[in-house]
C-alpha cells in the first residue's frame, strides 16, 4: 500500500472513530434528557396523586361530618327532647305511673348513650379506612340501613388480602359514599347490592341499585362533571378502571376493577 | 529553551495549571491525584523532548510513563465506578492484563523500544470501561446535569483520545514510513489533535468540579 494511500486511510479512520464518540455523547445527552422529563412526570403525577388523597380524606371527613350532624338532630336530639318531656311529666304523687315513666327516661337515654357511642365511631371519620376496606364499608352501610328506606345486600369474597393498601382503600371509600350518596338523592331505589370480591391481584368492587336509572349518552354535561367524572377520575387514579352502566328504569351498575394492594 | 514548547506540552501546562486552580482543595483524594498525574505527565513531556535531542531514544521515557498512565487512569475509573457498582474485579482484572503484556513486552524486545501492543490493549481497556460508564449512567434512575458532571466530561475526554487513537495503533508499524513533514510523521498530528480534545475536555471537567463549591460560597 502506498504511503498516500495509508495516509489517506488512516486520516479517514481516525475522523470516523472520532465522531462516533461524539454521536455515543449527544445519544447520552438526549437519553439523559428523557430521564429528566420522566422524573419530573413522576414527581408531577406523585403531587396529583397525594393532592387527590388529600382531598379525599377531606371530603371523607365532610361526608362523615354530615352524617354525624343529621344523627345528632333527628336522632339523639329526638331522644333527648323525649327523654326531658318524659321525666318533665313525672308526677311524684302517682309512683306507679312516676316509675314507669322513670323506667322509659332510662330506655331512652340508654339509647341515646348507645347512639352516642356509635357517632364516636364515625367521628373518627377516615380513620375508619385503618380497619379496612371492608370493614369501612360494613360500617357505611350499616348507617344507611338504619334509615330503614333501603334494603341492602353486602357479599364480601373471603379472599381479600389481609394486608391492604390505605390509600388506596381511601379512595375506594370515597368512591363508596359518593356512589351511596348519587343513589340516595338521585336513583329513587329501594335496593342496594355491593360486591367486593378479589381474584388474582384485582379487586372487584360493584355497586348496583334498582332505581329509576338514566340514559348515559343523554346526560346533561352538569350531571356528567359531577358525580360519574370523579368516580372515574379517582378509580383512574389509582391505577383502576370504572365502569357505569345504566339504563332508564332499570338501576345503575357501577363497577371498579384496580390491581390490589 | 524554546524547543520545549510544543502544542502538546503547552495545552498539558495549561489542563495542569487548572487542574491545580480546580483540584486542591477538593474533597476527593482521587480527583487531587489528577493534579499529580498531569504533573508527571508535563515532566514526561520535557523530559521526552530532551532526551530525543541528546539519545535520539526517548522510547523507556514513555515506556515508564505508560505505568503512570495505567495506574491513575484505572485509579480513576475505579472512583467513577463506585458510585454504581463494586468495581474492583474489573479494575484489577484490566491491571493484571496489562501488567501481563507489559512483561511481555519489555521481556521480547527490551526496555528502549516503545510498548505499543500494552499500549493498544491499554487503549482498548479505557474505550470498554468509558462506554461500560456511560452504559452506567443510562441505567442509573437517578439524574445527572451532564452538562456540568464533571465525570462525565473526564470520560468523554478519555473515549475520544483512545478511541480515535485505534487507527493510528493498528496501522503502527506502517505509520513511522508517512511523513508529513521532513520532522514529523502522521500519527504526531493525530496524536497532537487528540491531546488537544482530551485534555480541552479534561480541563472542562476540573472546572465542573471546582463548580459547586464556589456557587456554594456565594
Given at each position: 500500500m502506498a504511503n498516500n494511500e495509508i495516509r489517506n486511510l488512516i486520516i479517514i479512520i481516525t475522523v470516523v472513530f472520532l465522531i462516533a464518540p461524539g454521536f455515543l455523547l449527544a445519544y447520552v445527552f438526549i437519553y439523559n434528557r428523557r430521564k429528566k422529563s420522566h422524573i419530573e412526570e413522576k414527581a408531577q403525577m406523585k403531587l396529583t396523586f397525594e393532592a387527590e388523597i388529600a382531598k379525599t380524606q377531606l371530603e371523607v371527613q365532610e361526608q362523615t361530618m354530615q352524617t354525624i350532624g343529621a344523627d345528632l338532630h333527628d336522632n339523639i336530639g329526638q331522644l333527648l327532647s323525649l327523654t326531658s318531656l318524659t321525666l318533665n311529666s313525672i308526677e311524684l304523687e302517682d309512683i306507679a305511673k312516676a316509675e314507669q315513666k322513670i323506667d322509659t327516661a332510662i330506655d331512652l337515654t340508654l339509647r341515646s348513650i348507645k347512639e352516642m357511642r356509635l357517632l364516636g365511631k364515625l367521628l373518627q371519620g377516615d380513620q375508619l379506612i385503618v380497619l379496612g376496606l371492608a370493614e369501612a364499608i360494613r360500617y357505611e352501610i350499616s348507617w344507611l340501613e338504619r334509615s330503614g328506606k333501603f334494603v341492602i345486600s353486602y357479599l364480601q369474597d373471603d379472599e381479600l388480602p389481609a394486608a391492604g393498601n390505605p390509600d388506596k382503600d381511601l379512595i375506594l371509600f370515597r368512591i363508596v359514599q359518593e356512589v351511596l350518596n348519587n343513589i340516595i338523592k338521585?336513583?329513587?331505589?329501594t335496593q342496594i347490592g355491593i360486591k367486593l370480591g378479589y381474584s388474582e391481584g384485582i379487586l372487584q368492587l360493584s355497586i348496583n341499585d334498582n332505581g329509576v336509572g338514566f340514559d348515559m349518552d343523554n346526560l346533561p354535561v352538569e350531571q356528567r362533571g359531577m358525580g360519574l367524572q370523579n368516580i372515574q377520575k379517582r378509580a383512574a387514579i389509582i391505577g383502576g378502571e370504572a365502569i357505569i352502566v345504566s339504563n332508564p328504569g332499570a338501576g345503575t351498575n357501577v363497577t371498579i376493577s384496580i390491581q390490589y394492594p | 529553551m524554546y524547543n520545549y514548547f510544543t502544542p502538546n506540552t503547552i495545552i498539558e501546562v495549561i489542563c495542569l495549571t487548572i487542574a491545580v486552580i480546580s483540584l486542591l482543595k477538593d474533597s476527593s483524594w482521587v480527583w487531587r491525584s489528577m493534579i499529580l498525574y498531569l504533573l508527571i505527565t508535563c515532566l514526561t513531556e520535557i523530559g521526552g523532548i530532551y532526551v530525543s535531542r541528546q539519545a535520539h531514544n526517548n522510547h523507556w521515557v514513555y515506556n515508564i510513563f505508560i505505568l503512570f498512565e495505567a495506574g491513575f487512569t484505572h485509579l480513576m475509573f475505579a472512583h467513577l465506578f463506585n458510585k454504581y457498582i463494586n468495581s474492583k474485579p474489573i479494575i484489577i482484572c484490566g491491571l493484571a492484563l496489562f501488567c501481563l503484556f507489559y512483561v511481555y513486552e519489555i521481556e521480547s524486545h527490551g526496555f528502549f523500544r516503545y510498548n505499543h501492543l500494552t499500549y493498544a490493549i491499554l487503549s482498548a481497556q479505557f474505550v470498554l470501561y468509558s462506554l461500560y460508564y456511560y452504559y452506567l449512567l443510562i441505567q442509573d434512575h437517578g439524574y445527572v446535569n451532564l452538562k456540568q458532571s464533571s465525570d462525565f466530561w473526564w470520560v468523554a475526554g478519555i473515549l475520544f483520545f483512545y478511541f480515535s487513537s485505534t487507527a493510528c495503533n493498528f496501522f503502527d508499524d506502517k505509520l513511522y514510513s508517512v511523513m508529513i513533514t521532513p520532522k514529523h510523521h502522521l500519527s504526531y498530528f493525530i496524536f497532537k489533535g487528540l491531546n488537544i480534545i482530551l485534555y480541552s475536555c479534561w480541563s472542562y471537567s476540573f472546572i465542573c468540579r471546582k463548580w459547586p463549591i464556589t456557587k456554594s460560597e456565594i
Open positions: 338521585h336513583a329513587g331505589g | -
